[in-house]
């Protein structure tokens, strides 16, 4: 179960996380430069966030990637509960159904926190680095063009915005910029974890000379920070929707099968399973192995309580990035009707 269910996470895990990455490449496409460096000119932040397309239709790809992760889990589960078998000794399987209300009101709920959840943190970034931008001195210009990201002369596509990023990320950016800046904090830039690794010996050498990094070569690192950083959100994104929307199909699929009458759910049982290597969380190695009911929640150490790994009403240090996995299981004494 372990590793065919590995397989569905690594197979939606590249749809969610292209998903996501086409929306933020439509809301750049959106933005206007000129308009935003004119808002800028004449203070107006507030303006200048606002012409920014923040929307819910950027992100229907995404929306669109979670229903048919949910639906292709749900689909998994059912064709391997056993069929219900009639009186007759004709064997009926039910099917799952992605049309069915708990399910859809489960996605809509669902994908509708993620995606609100999402556009409010951009506007909130998107606050801070044109606030902190022209705080600094910067000329509009430029802080409009670090918001979407420069055109890359190869690829053609604009790289290093700040659009897709968090708020905490663009903070690490900003104080990635200022340590590479800073010839007393340039040290400090070799220890940040999403720094392109290729740019350390120049590092190393302006530490070793005791001179300033050239300016042209701090705006290609933190272009490339900030390429790093916006690759390292959506792969969170892409896990952690992936885990969850997989489990609650799980869980989906098994309640359709005993509504239909082919489980008892008296016989249905949850264990969970950790990714068993030292990145596991601490709260979930002690959940290792635990079984509990079907309609039972497992109750972390820290007191979260989760109805299976990924279980979006748990608190975020609880989910993101989790790798565990569900078994379901069935007590065929009893658990077929």
């Given at each position: 179960m372990a590793n065919r269910f590995d397989q569905l996470i690594e197979q939606w895990d590249p749809v969610l996380r292209r998903a996501f990455l086409n929306g933020v490449s439509q809301i750049r496409d959106q933005v206007t430069i000129k308009v935003i460096a004119d808002l800028l000119e004449r203070g107006d932040i507030g303006g200048a966030v606002r012409t920014v397309a923040l929307n819910s239709v950027s992100f229907r790809a995404l929306d669109a990637a979670i229903l048919q992760a949910f639906e292709a889990g749900g689909v998994y589960t059912t064709d391997r509960i056993?069929?219900?078998?009639?009186p007759s000794g004709y064997r009926l399987r039910v099917q799952f159904d992605v049309r069915n209300l708990r399910a859809e009101?489960?996605?809509?709920?669902?994908?509708?926190?993620?995606?609100?959840?999402?556009?409010?943190?951009?506007?909130?970034a998107i606050r801070q680095h044109l606030t902190a931008g022209m705080e600094a001195g910067q000329s509009p210009r430029a802080v409009a063009l670090d918001l979407v990201g420069r055109v890359n002369r190869t690829t053609g596509r604009r790289e290093g915005g700040v659009i897709g990023l968090t708020a905490s990320q663009e903070e690490w950016v900003r104080r990635y910029a200022a340590e590479l800046a800073d010839p007393a904090l340039l040290r400090n830039a070799l220890g940040r974890s999403?720094?392109?690794?290729?740019?350390?010996?120049?590092i190393m050498k302006a530490l070793r000379d005791g001179t300033p990094l050239p300016a042209d070569m701090q705006a290609r690192m933190v272009t490339a920070y900030r390429n790093r950083a916006l690759r390292y959100r959506a792969e969170v994104i892409a896990r952690t929707e992936a885990m969850t929307a997989l489990h609650r199909s799980q869980v989906e699929a098994f309640q359709q099968a005993i509504d239909a009458g082919q489980v008892n759910e008296q016989a249905v049982t949850k264990v969970w399973h950790s990714a068993a290597d030292k990145r596991v969380r601490h709260t979930h190695q002690a959940l290792h192995g635990q079984s509990v009911g079907f309609k039972a929640e497992f109750v972390s150490p820290s007191g979260a309580r989760l109805a299976y790994p990924g279980d979006s009403s748990a608190p975020?240090?609880?989910?993101?990035?989790?790798?565990?996995?569900?078994?379901i299981k069935i007590d065929f004494l009893a658990g077929i009707t």
């Open positions: 056993p069929a219900l078998r009639e009101e489960w996605l809509r709920a669902h994908s509708s926190t993620l995606i609100s959840r999402i556009i409010e943190d951009q506007r909130i999403l720094r392109d690794r290729r740019f350390d010996r120049s975020a240090s609880e989910i993101i990035q989790c790798r565990c996995w569900m078994d």
